[in-house]
């Protein structure tokens, strides 16, 4: 479908375009935005905040640091590899002024899967926190990587306190490893001698490479996807032209779960908030749920952002239930599917409904929102302006409404390619602009959309389709599902037979008999489970996403098929 057939399924003030050629780079941005919010708070965490004012002076004096005591050049990488905390929009940003292109890393990464990047990327710079530098000092010796910046989780913080949480989680809670790189500079010590000096600031073109965003890892080789200045400020002008007239200018507080390195808060919290002068509210370590509810208590905030597994844990917590939801007027969901029993829940809860939306890496990576005015639960809203969306079959032909195929995208929010993977670029994006999400969907007569599927996630059972996500939702309605997944395993006489893994809320019990009873109380004989398992936990991604690929392979490995 194009963008015409979308054009008045918006509702009344939300463009159906926006110009992706507002601003010359995201620089232009974030000057502006420091000015206009100068005096209002841009990001806190461990109860410091950095004002707008702030991010830029501080970012300043990182660029120029990087500009006049290292060799890098404009267009070098710079891997950032850190938490949710007050450093990585200082060192992001001040990368970027100096014209370096930034390599988001996740904290989390092994050994392994941070030389893939660094070699891959080809970064030539290292800024990470203390607790993984163990790793770099085992992994740079293989890479190109010539600088290392090195800051620890109290850096931001006043002097007093400053050492104390530094102390606290070096030799209390002993979460930094020993670690002897000698090259390693550390990061205030960068920003002391940067401070106050002049910065030549970047100035790159709108379709110059902002960020090389890796994806794929859970699936395949990390590729970077290519996102431009281009990309991502159009991404930032469709998310900001969806939220409409709800969101003040100034005067928005928003809780930031999700990992910043992670392209969906990337984009919401370091770019469509810069946007309307938001203030983030930094939760370094969401899984910590006692410590994050206690940060939420100190703020009367306006939005929030996450995906179905945090919103779960955090409705089955009694003290989160008890917090003051008054001001709470927008929550965001992607990531992965929203499962229909999370979001009454969390409207039970908080009052607030769910906005789902849809999103990739490759796209920046918002493509469709519910919009406030509009929400339809269960479906991932309407493309965002200036989007195409259409379904396609296995031959790439468009099925039109109403149609189940593959959802394809198109508009400015499009990464560039894969970096340096032109076959793997070419597999996705064809020459006219069209991506291939891998996402089964159907487009409704109103424009907006549902997710059916993931295309490879999709289990085949007697030549019917059966796709996991309807099966995850109705599960998660039983009483005492806490989380749940659904695979195909392979089957002589059906091709695929349905398994089914429930992880129990703590307290409570279900037998498999229960769950099979509810099962076929609910789905049709061929969407039928043939096996149940129970287990403490399922595998999930560093942001919560659960991991049903392996789940699949622990299975296949069982049966010997791998």
Same mark, same amino acid.
């Given at each position: ?23 010359? !780079? ?21 109860? @410091? ?56 890393? !996740? ?85 002391? #001698?940067?401070? $106050? ?18 994806? +794929? ?34 005067? *928005? ?65 009694? *003290?989160?239930?008890?917090? &003051? ?8 969901? +992607? ?42 639960? +269960? ?16 031959? $790439? ?32 994006? &064809?020459?006219?602009?069209?991506? @291939? ?8 007569? &109103? ?8 295309? @490879? &996630? ?6 019917? !389709? ?26 002589? #006489? ?10 129990? @809320? ?15 109380? !609910? ?40």
């Amino acid at each position: 479908m194009t963008a015409n057939f979308w054009k008045d399924k918006y509702p009344a003030g939300i463009p159906a375009e926006i110009n992706p050629d507002q601003y010359p !780079n995201i620089l232009a941005v974030l000057k502006e935005s420091c000015q206009r919010f100068a005096a209002k708070p841009a990001f806190s965490s461990l109860g @410091k905040t950095l004002s707008y004012a702030e991010v830029y002076e501080l970012s300043g004096a990182f660029a120029a640091y990087l500009q006049q005591h290292t060799s890098l050049q404009p267009g070098d990488r710079i891997a950032v590899q850190m938490p949710n905390i007050l450093q990585y929009p200082v060192v992001v940003f001040g990368a970027m002024r100096a014209g370096l292109i930034v390599v988001n890393t !996740n904290p989390l990464y092994t050994a392994r899967e941070m030389e893939h990047q660094f070699n891959d990327s080809g970064a030539k710079a290292l800024v990470c926190l203390a607790n993984m530098a163990h790793l770099a000092e085992e992994v740079l010796p293989k890479t190109g990587i010539k600088h290392v910046v090195v800051t620890e989780v109290g850096d931001m913080l006043p002097a007093l306190k400053r050492l104390l949480v530094n102390t606290v989680v070096k030799h209390v809670k002993k979460m930094v490893p020993a670690f002897n790189l000698p090259q390693a500079v550390k990061l205030n010590t960068a920003l002391a #001698k940067g401070k $106050g000096q002049a910065v030549k600031e970047a100035n790159p073109a709108s379709g110059d490479i902002a960020v090389l965003q890796y994806t +794929g890892g859970t699936t395949g080789v990390a590729k970077g996807a290519m996102l431009t200045h281009r990309n991502l400020i159009a991404n930032m002008l469709q998310v900001k032209s969806l939220m409409g007239s709800e969101m003040s200018e100034g005067e *928005e507080v928003l809780i930031a779960p999700l990992p910043l390195y992670h392209i969906y808060a990337f984009t919401f919290h370091c770019m469509a908030m810069m946007l309307i002068g938001g203030h983030n509210v930094l939760i370094s370590n969401p899984r910590d749920l006692p410590a994050m509810i206690k940060d939420l208590a100190k703020y009367r905030f306006t939005g929030f952002v996450g995906l179905n597994t945090l919103f779960v844990a955090l409705c089955n917590n009694e *003290e989160f239930r008890n917090l &003051d939801f008054s001001s709470l007027k927008a929550t965001f969901s +992607g990531g992965m599917a929203l499962q229909m029993a999370t979001a009454e829940r969390w409207k039970e809860v908080t009052g607030c409904a769910i906005c789902e939306g849809f999103g990739m890496t490759e796209t920046s990576p918002v493509v469709s929102v519910n919009p406030f005015q509009n929400i339809q639960i +269960g479906t991932i809203g309407i493309p965002v302006p200036s989007t195409s969306c259409k379904v396609v079959d296995d031959e $790439g032909k468009d099925l039109g409404i109403g149609a189940i195929g593959e959802l394809c995208v198109q508009g400015p929010q499009v990464m560039k390619g894969y970096w340096q993977r032109q076959e793997a670029t070419d597999e996705i994006l &064809d020459a006219e602009g069209w991506l @291939k999400t891998g996402d089964i969907a159907v487009i409704q007569e &109103d424009g907006f959309m549902r997710i059916v599927d993931r295309k @490879k &996630d999709m289990i085949l059972v007697s030549g019917f !389709n059966v796709y996991p996500n309807e099966l995850e939702d109705v599960l998660a309605t039983l009483p005492g599902v806490l989380q749940c997944a659904a695979i195909g395993i392979p089957d002589e #006489k059906s091709g695929e037979a349905i398994k089914l893994f429930v992880v129990v @809320k703590p307290g409570e019990s279900l037998s498999k008999e229960q769950v099979m009873e509810h099962m076929r109380a !609910n789905v049709t004989g061929y969407k039928m489970p043939r096996a149940v398992e129970f287990r403490e936990s399922l595998p999930t991604t560093n942001v919560g996403k659960i991991l049903r690929r392996e789940l699949r392979d622990e299975e296949l490995k069982k049966m010997g098929k791998k």
